[in-house]
T-cell receptor, first 109, second 114 residues
Framework: DAKTTQPNSMESNEEEPVHLPCNHSTISGTDYIHWYRQLPSQGPEYVIH???SNVNNRMASLAIAEDRKSSTLILHRATLRDAAVYYCIPLNYGQNFVFGPGTRLSVLP | DGGITQSPKYLFRKEGQNVTLSCEQNLNHDAMYWYRQDPGQGLRLIYY???????QKGDIAEGYSVSREKKESFPLTVTSAQKNPTAFYLC?????????????FGPGTRLLVL
């Protein structure tokens, strides 16, 4: 399994963009990069995933480095509801998800 | 609405007692999972099931047991052999386990030891 490194915590102001980094230098060529988030006292929820190209959906954008050793989850305009723990999870075929400690994002009004 | 339900929301266990946590899904998913989360930590996989009547141990299966008699249901029993059961328990499901399918999580059950 690829090892990941994420900041323990980050802060953002409301309505500003947030860039959440993830280092996964041991990722294999066929690992997809998944991002989930967990709101307080709730189960995690899917955010986005990708392989090589940058990806966009209604929640966020995922920017993947050309060498795939790192990725960045981008929230374009943070809201108070985006305050959560964000998990970066490289994953290959047949593997189980591994949810590490993640990054705790605080959003300031 | 389709989704995953877990009950109860809070559960109290006495010393030496077995307790069972319920997990039901109406998403028609084949795969189901149980995770444990301790305060400030990530999630650890307890058991998972790819199909009815089949399940596999995860990373921390000792002191837990599961059954998968119906596609919709995957109950978790915390036995008296689990010496430190206080934690937040999360159930999830996905279409299958092999193709990196999105996992959908329930709201969780918080287990406390009296």
């Amino acid at each position: 399994d690829a090892k990941t490194t994420q900041p323990n915590s980050m802060e953002s102001n409301e309505e500003e963009p947030v860039h959440l980094p993830c280092n996964h230098s041991t990722i294999s060529g066929t690992d997809y990069i998944h991002w989930y988030r967990q709101l307080p006292s709730q189960g995690p929820e899917y955010v986005i995933h990708g392989l090589t190209s940058n990806v966009n959906n209604r929640m966020a954008s995922l920017a993947i480095a050309e060498d795939r050793k790192s990725s960045t989850l981008i929230l374009h305009r943070a809201t108070l509801r985006d305050a959560a723990v964000y998990y970066c999870i490289p994953l290959n075929y047949g593997q189980n998800f591994v949810f590490g400690p993640g990054t705790r994002l605080s959003v300031l009004p | 609405d389709g989704g995953i339900t877990q009950s109860p929301k809070y559960l109290f266990r006495k010393e030496g007692q077995n307790v069972t946590l319920s997990c039901e899904q109406n998403l028609n998913h084949d795969a189901m999972y149980w995770y444990r989360q301790d305060p400030g930590q990530g999630l650890r996989l307890i058991y998972y099931s790819q199909i009815v009547n089949d399940f596999q141990k995860g990373d921390i299966a000792e002191g837990y047991s599961v059954s998968r008699e119906k596609k919709e249901s995957f109950p978790l029993t915390v036995t008296s052999a689990q010496k430190n059961p206080t934690a937040f328990y999360l159930c999830a499901s996905s279409m299958d386990t092999k193709y990196q399918e999105t996992q959908y999580f329930g709201p969780g059950t918080r287990l406390l030891v009296l």
